[in-house]
């Protein structure tokens, strides 16, 4: 990973120097961390430095492996230092596993439910709380726009017009608690929501300037409403914030507005992009 | 997880093995030199110098003082796992296909395979003491198999037996004192690439061109479980610590050119064990992953593909947080 470093001479010298050879390589072993530093020329013909960090772990193995961990190096790794050889050994980035869930069956199941409780011919089984649709209320099409505090679409009113009709017969028809519903014991609480809720409130701002903190961040949020959870990324070295950072709000238009207001604001010379937070990639599938 | 990718080769990774403790990690390719690494942080080791043709088969012997290798120059060779020096070397008459340490070490097998009108033969060598002379030793035994050629191999109930997987997806166990046949299945419709052993030896698991791994009871062979996926499986390996299997395999390596990495499934997929259910994915290789390997305590594990890398992953907390939804 390169990584700045001060300039000890002027940049005329340094040009100077270039004609002649390159300065020699330096392996620095400070707190648990040992950085080489090398100079070469790449394909351009221009001065490049790479500067390697490397952790130093130490661990407690068993005698057989500890003895094997001396052994010279032979064949075509004769000739490398100890530690890994960049040329035969990289580090690659971030890979994850990706979890398959059975979501899809998740589905299928919850819609034989919806079927089941239809084909019983009780209509009003599955009710939205939101629209008073003939559907789950984390399915309403509405649910969105509902939250958001714009307007109700025009269906609501009319449902809302039948509704009072159809209050009618609701009463006539038996109510059948959730849990004692034919599907009940398919249907798990489970996850699916969990996850869901998490992420339903959820902001990403991006474009902050390294310097932010945590109470910063509070400091420029909270005005919009109460808060579930703040997340500012941070370096694991440096401690400085990474740039972006996830808010977590208790209602879902204090986030809507929080977006509204804040998508392009300024702060502190950058000017900030904001939207809804995207699930995590690992967890759809 | 950062994998980190070992570049040793320069042609496709043929197997790829640990030693009993898992520090060291051996790798053989088709190009002529087994490389061994420290499996912690990727630390080369060395390489074993000295063969002339595609390295099919590795093993090391449960003390990690001596490795074999076969190759496709028509032999078999014993080194020094310390120096990387060459023990001995063991001529046959065609192109060796694998090879394998006993438990014990005191013998070891290698097969060849059916090529330039020789058959397809079984050798069992005494490798208690190596030295110059074992290389015109008479082996123990001398088996000639008359039907499909052997493709992949393992030591059964320690030093008395030995599974011998086909081309044709037979598993044969045989007997080590008569050198006779005692039980034989068919239950792959395609070449057996890969057999890998569970942690206790009581199950193993294969990899076969019929597009599934299986697990198989050791004892009388008999079929337990199947994980099917869509392409060729090179090579199956069972959890040490967990009820998982790791499947590695991909689209032929003839046919890799045309088609892109994104459909020829080059993932490494983690099957549970006992709900034969794929739970979770692995991407990285870009070529079908010939070789995987877990290590043995189970805390990561290492894929070798037609790529000609390695890649070591150490998994995530989230992995053993994982638990699986039935």
Same mark, same amino acid.
Request: aromatic share 10%; charged share 25%.
């Given at each position: 990973?390169?990584?700045?470093?001060?300039?000890?001479?002027?940049?005329?010298?340094?040009?100077?120097?270039?004609?002649?050879?390159?300065?020699?390589?330096?392996?620095?072993?400070?707190?648990?961390?040992?950085?080489?530093?090398?100079?070469?020329? +790449? =394909?351009?013909?221009?001065?490049?430095?790479?500067?390697?960090?490397?952790?130093?772990?130490?661990?407690?193995?068993?005698?057989?492996?500890?003895?094997?961990?001396?052994?010279?190096?032979?064949?075509?790794?004769?000739?490398?230092?100890?530690?890994?050889?960049?040329?035969?050994?990289?580090?690659? =980035?971030?890979?994850?596993?990706?979890?398959?869930?059975?979501?899809?069956?998740?589905?299928?199941?919850?819609?034989?439910?919806?079927?089941?409780?239809?084909?019983?011919?009780?209509?009003?089984?599955?009710?939205?709380?939101?629209?008073?649709?003939?559907?789950?209320?984390?399915?309403?099409?509405?649910?969105?726009?509902?939250?958001?505090?714009?307007?109700?679409?025009?269906?609501?009113?009319?449902?809302?017009?039948?509704?009072?009709?159809?209050?009618?017969?609701?009463?006539?028809?038996?109510?059948?608690?959730?849990?004692?519903?034919?599907?009940?014991?398919?249907?798990?609480?489970?996850? +699916?929501?969990?996850?869901?809720?998490?992420?339903?409130?959820?902001?990403?701002?991006?474009?902050?300037?390294?310097?932010?903190?945590?109470?910063?961040?509070?400091?420029?949020?909270?005005?919009?409403?109460?808060?579930?959870?703040?997340?500012?990324?941070?370096?694991?070295?440096?401690?400085?914030?990474?740039?972006?950072?996830?808010?977590?709000?208790?209602?879902?238009?204090?986030?809507?507005?929080?977006?509204?207001?804040?998508?392009?604001?300024?702060?502190?010379?950058?000017?900030?992009?904001?939207?809804?937070?995207?699930?995590?990639?690992?967890?759809?599938? | 997880?950062?994998?980190?990718?070992?570049?040793?080769?320069?042609?496709?990774?043929?197997?790829?093995?640990?030693?009993?403790?898992?520090?060291?990690?051996?790798?053989?390719?088709?190009? +002529?030199?087994?490389? *061994?690494?420290?499996?912690?942080?990727?630390?080369?080791?060395?390489?074993?110098?000295?063969?002339?043709?595609?390295?099919?088969?590795?093993?090391?012997?449960?003390?990690?003082?001596?490795?074999?290798?076969?190759?496709?120059?028509?032999?078999?060779?014993?080194?020094?796992?310390?120096?990387?020096?060459?023990?001995?070397?063991?001529?046959?008459?065609?192109?060796?296909?694998?090879?394998?340490?006993?438990?014990?070490?005191?013998?070891?097998?290698?097969?060849?395979?059916?090529?330039?009108?020789?058959?397809?033969?079984?050798?069992?060598?005494?490798?208690?003491?190596?030295?110059?002379? $074992?290389?015109?030793?008479?082996?123990?035994?001398?088996?000639?198999?008359?039907?499909?050629?052997?493709?992949?191999?393992?030591?059964?109930?320690?030093? =008395?037996?030995?599974?011998?997987?086909?081309?044709?997806?037979?598993?044969?166990?045989?007997?080590?004192?008569?050198?006779?046949?005692?039980?034989?299945?068919?239950?792959?419709?395609?070449?057996?690439?890969?057999?890998?052993?569970?942690?206790?030896?009581?199950?193993?698991?294969?990899?076969?061109?019929?597009?599934?791994?299986?697990?198989?009871?050791?004892?009388?062979?008999?079929?337990?479980?199947?994980?099917?996926?869509?392409?060729?499986? +090179?090579?199956? $390996?069972?959890?040490?610590?967990?009820?998982?299997?790791?499947?590695?395999?991909?689209?032929?390596?003839?046919? *890799?050119?045309?088609?892109?990495?994104?459909?020829?499934?080059?993932? $490494?997929?983690?099957?549970?064990?006992?709900?034969?259910?794929?739970?979770?994915?692995?991407?990285?290789?870009?070529?079908?992953?010939?070789?995987?390997?877990?290590?043995?305590?189970?805390?990561?594990?290492?894929?070798?593909?037609?790529?000609?890398?390695?890649?070591?992953?150490?998994?995530?907390? $989230?992995?053993?947080?994982?638990?699986?939804?039935?």
């Amino acid at each position: 990973m390169p990584a700045a470093e001060e300039v000890k001479s002027s940049w005329a010298d340094e040009v100077e120097l270039e004609g002649g050879s390159l300065p020699p390589s330096t392996e620095v072993l400070e707190n648990g961390q040992k950085i080489i530093t090398e100079y070469k020329y +790449n =394909e351009d013909d221009k001065k490049i430095k790479i500067v390697r960090t490397y952790k130093i772990e130490k661990r407690i193995v068993s005698k057989s492996i500890a003895l094997r961990k001396t052994w010279k190096k032979f064949g075509e790794a004769s000739g490398d230092k100890p530690g890994p050889n960049p040329a035969t050994t990289i580090v690659t =980035e971030d890979v994850y596993m990706q979890y398959i869930t059975s979501k899809e069956e998740d589905n299928k199941q919850e819609d034989d439910g919806i079927d089941k409780l239809k084909a019983l011919g009780d209509k009003n089984a599955v009710k939205c709380r939101t629209c008073n649709g003939d559907h789950w209320t984390t399915k309403c099409p509405w649910k969105d726009t509902m939250l958001v505090g714009g307007k109700m679409p025009d269906e609501k009113k009319l449902s809302a017009v039948t509704g009072a009709g159809e209050a009618g017969k609701q009463g006539g028809s038996k109510y059948v608690p959730p849990s004692m519903r034919d599907g009940a014991a398919k249907r798990t609480d489970g996850s +699916n929501m969990a996850k869901r809720d998490d992420s339903y409130c959820a902001i990403r701002i991006a474009n902050l300037s390294e310097s932010t903190t945590e109470s910063d961040l509070e400091e420029l949020v909270k005005q919009f409403g109460p808060l579930q959870k703040l997340y500012l990324a941070k370096d694991k070295m440096t401690g400085m914030c990474k740039g972006f950072a996830y808010i977590h709000f208790k209602f879902r238009n204090d986030a809507a507005q929080a977006i509204a207001r804040l998508n392009g604001h300024g702060y502190d010379h950058l000017i900030l992009s904001v939207d809804w937070s995207r699930p995590m990639p690992n967890s759809n599938p | 997880m950062k994998p980190i990718i070992l570049q040793g080769h320069e042609r496709a990774i043929t197997q790829i093995k640990y030693n009993r403790e898992g520090d060291l990690l051996f790798s053989s390719s088709k190009d +002529n030199k087994p490389n *061994v690494w420290f499996s912690l942080n990727g630390e080369r080791l060395g390489t074993f110098n000295g063969h002339q043709g595609a390295v099919w088969c590795i093993d090391v012997d449960w003390t990690s003082t001596r490795f074999m290798s076969g190759a496709g120059d028509n032999s078999c060779k014993i080194w020094d796992c310390e120096t990387g020096k060459e023990l001995c070397t063991i001529s046959s008459a065609s192109s060796v296909r694998t090879c394998l340490f006993s438990y014990s070490a005191n013998m070891a097998v290698y097969t060849t395979d059916k090529a330039m009108k020789q058959p397809c033969e079984m050798f069992i060598i005494d490798t208690r003491i190596v030295d110059d002379s $074992s290389s015109g030793q008479q082996p123990i035994f001398r088996i000639p198999i008359s039907g499909p050629r052997i493709s992949s191999i393992l030591w059964d109930s320690l030093d =008395e037996g030995i599974i011998t997987g086909h081309e044709n997806g037979e598993l044969i166990a045989w007997d080590l004192k008569s050198g006779k046949q005692i039980n034989r299945v068919k239950d792959h419709d395609g070449l057996v690439n890969d057999m890998q052993w569970n942690k206790n030896r009581t199950m193993f698991v294969t990899a076969s061109k019929d597009h599934t791994a299986k697990l198989f009871d050791a004892k009388d062979l008999l079929l337990l479980k199947t994980y099917k996926t869509e392409r060729p499986v +090179n090579s199956a $390996s069972i959890s040490p610590i967990m009820d998982h299997v790791v499947v590695g395999g991909g689209q032929d390596a003839m046919d *890799v050119t045309t088609t892109s990495a994104r459909v020829g499934k080059f993932d $490494s997929r983690f099957f549970h064990m006992v709900f034969e259910e794929e739970f979770g994915r692995v991407k990285g290789h870009f070529g079908p992953i010939n070789s995987v390997a877990f290590h043995p305590d189970g805390k990561s594990y290492s894929s070798g593909g037609e790529d000609g890398f390695v890649r070591v992953h150490t998994f995530d907390s $989230s992995y053993f947080e994982y638990n699986f939804d039935y």
